[in-house]
């Protein structure tokens, strides 16, 4: 994708670009996508313990590779995986012949597909993507114009406190070479008083933000009341 068509879909072109070079060793849980590997039993079971997935219409908003997107997939639910980074679209489409599971891969904006489908699904779920466009509020909006009434939206992302500083750049990128650095960019995390905001303006209730811990070494994942770092939030439209 080009840059200006980039800019043009609340994107960052260079975000893309640094995310398609991970491209091929996305499904590699011990290679740079290793967090994701780890964090996606938490978030995939909090999204399977507040909507009821089995024949739900779902669309997974920066799907990347496809790794949440097939767990939910797995639950029964018809996905939709939407990203603009055309390299990793080609990476979900090509595990599905390895996972034999079903998921409708778009490379479109979320955006766009708000346009086309608006009210058409029952959650739409939004994982450590919000840091990494220009307009985290554009995208909210959009999310919230996908969901049917009574439909929830599902978002994780990072904190902006001086843990979260600590935690995913000087640890995760700069100590434990985790993640290739310049993944984050501090001043565009999100705190949850900001997040709210966006989902009250957009129409939707939040009811609940929990934090989520891991820990690199043992690479165990689970929810915690603090959301000084990674936190996951869930936000119903009204009917």
């Known amino acids: 994708m080009n840059a200006d068509r980039a800019e043009s879909m609340n994107a ?3 975000e893309l670009a640094h995310f398609e070079r991970m491209a091929s060793r996305w499904w590699d849980a011990d290679g740079e996508s290793r967090p994701l590997h780890d964090l996606n039993p938490v978030r995939h079971a909090y999204v399977a313990a507040r909507v009821a997935l089995r024949g739900a219409k779902v669309v997974d908003v920066g799907c990347g590779g496809g790794l949440l997107s097939e767990a939910l997939a797995a639950s029964g639910a018809v996905v939709t995986g939407i990203d603009l980074a055309p390299a990793l679209l080609d990476v979900a489409r090509l595990h599905l012949h390895e996972s034999g599971l079903m998921v409708d891969y778009r490379e479109t904006s979320v955006e766009a597909l708000a346009a086309e489908q608006a009210g058409a699904f029952a959650a739409v779920t939004c994982m450590e993507m919000l840091e990494h466009v220009p307009d985290p509020g554009a995208v909210i909006t959009a999310c ?31 100590v434990l070479r985790l993640l290739p650095r310049g993944t984050h960019h501090y001043a565009q995390f999100i705190r949850p008083a900001e997040l709210a905001r966006d989902l009250r303006a957009a129409g939707l209730v ?4 929990s934090g989520i811990a891991w820990n690199p070494l043992t690479r165990r994942a689970r929810l915690v009341p603090s959301t000084a770092v990674n936190y996951i939030a869930c936000a119903r439209k009204a009917a």
């Open 206 to 209: 939040l009811e609940d933000v």
């Open 12 to 14: 960052d072109p260079a």
């Open 144 to 174: 919230s114009q996908l969901l049917e009434p009574g439909g929830r939206l599902f978002v994780s992302t990072l904190n902006r406190t001086p843990a979260a500083f600590a935690a995913a750049i000087v640890g995760a990128e700069h």
